[in-house]
């Protein structure tokens, strides 16, 4: 008799951007609607993913120079042009890019039928996943359990490590 282990996902986030929070919440949330395990492990500022509020999370032009940065809106050609291509990187880290690149990607989500971040993090915790916040980096970062979301764990990394399958996909 063969003997399986069932399927599991496992995600360190430690990134608190909006663009880089989506993939663990998307690639979750596939996980078990397809009937496999998903552990999002929250560490340093992956912390911020799961703050009650937030309005404060952003995406950052500079901080992925792989990021299209496209128009939401204009004609179809426009819409196509990667605007990083075509313009200095120091365009992007002027005050008020992120703002804008943040308004860009939410209606960039939401043309393509996709759940505002909130609304994405309470579907995966709906759908069974296991949401797990580093109590050294709330420690650290100055938050405190009230901050955050409702349905969540709280462990240290050893009792994570200690506690998730060998297999883990770390977004940094």
């Keep these: 008799m063969h003997n399986e282990t069932p399927a599991s996902l496992s995600i360190i ?3 608190g951007t909006l663009d880089w929070a989506y993939p663990s919440l998307i690639l979750a949330s596939t996980a078990r609607t397809m009937d496999q395990d998903a552990h999002i492990f929250f560490s340093y500022y992956g912390i ?14 500079v901080g992925n120079p792989a990021m299209p940065i496209r128009l ?5 050609w426009l819409r196509r042009a990667d605007l990083r291509q075509c313009t ?3 365009l992007w880290s002027l005050p008020g890019m992120s703002r804008l690149t943040t308004w860009g990607f939410k209606q960039q ?4 039928g996709q759940l ?5 993090r309470a579907l995966c915790l709906e759908l069974g996943v296991k949401m797990t916040a580093c109590q050294m980096s709330l420690d650290l970062l100055g938050f405190n359990t009230d901050d955050l979301i409702d349905g969540i ?7 994570y ?6 297999q883990q996909s770390l977004f940094v």
């Design 13 to 15: 986030q430690t990134k």
């Design 153 to 159: 764990e709280f462990a240290g990394a050893a009792t």
């Design 109 to 112: 989500l939401s043309a393509h």
């Design 48 to 61: 911020r993913c799961l703050l009650k509020d937030t309005s404060s999370l952003r995406v950052s032009p």
């Design 72 to 76: 939401p809106f204009g004609p179809s």
């Design 116 to 120: 505002p971040f909130a609304e994405m």
């Design 88 to 90: 200095p990187d120091l």
């Design 161 to 166: 490590r200690a506690n998730s399958p060998r």
